[in-house]
């Protein structure tokens, strides 16, 4: 029984503040839900991985992937809290607070909980309405509200704003 309780606390912890971290006011404080057609856990190295129509909601944030893989190391490693999500592509969709939804698309997306830095990379996609912004990665610092798209060799940003829409 204690090795059960121990592995609950462990996923709990584990998954505490990954998604909550891309939420806004309300959002951080719900349930965080996670279903997939295959689960791991490793203990040892705190990671857990769900592979297989991996399905993330917590209050209005959906996340859709292949697989996501979570890892929470111990404090004192020097390593990063991190959640990484890989699909083609991977969707993250957000109602804000002002209603406004916000979609997003990628081969990959990486969070840095610890930073509270996101990175969609591989044909990454923000919508916003009818506005968007297309590279093959975006960046957002969540402290700094602070976005950065960057081109490839073989594409370059593409921005399309909607006066009307932008308040």
């Known amino acids: 029984m204690k090795s059960k309780n121990k592995l609950l606390f462990f996923i709990i912890t584990l998954l505490m503040g990954t998604t909550s971290s891309f939420a806004l006011k309300d959002d951080a404080n719900q349930p965080i839900n996670i279903t997939s057609d295959n689960q791991s856990l490793d203990m040892d190295n705190r990671v857990v991985n769900f592979s297989d129509n991996v399905v993330i909601t917590q209050g ?3 996340i859709k992937a292949q697989k996501v893989v979570i890892t929470r190391p111990p404090e004192k490693s020097n390593k990063k809290d991190t959640v990484e999500a890989f699909g083609e592509p991977v969707t993250i ?3 804000l607070d002002n209603g406004k939804i916000v979609k997003g698309k990628a081969k990959k997306i990486h969070y840095d909980l610890t930073k509270e830095f996101l990175t969609l990379s591989g044909n990454a996609e923000l919508h916003q309405q009818d ?3 297309r590279s093959h990665s975006i960046s957002y610092d969540v ?3 602070q976005l950065k798209a960057n081109g490839s060799t073989n594409s370059r940003v593409k921005t399309v ?5 932008l308040n």
Not at 161 to 165: A, D, S
């Open 60 to 62: 209005s944030i959906l």
């Open 143 to 145: 402290k700094k509200q």
């Open 93 to 95: 969709q957000q109602t």
């Open 161 to 165: 704003l909607i006066p009307k829409q």
């Open 131 to 133: 506005s968007k912004i």
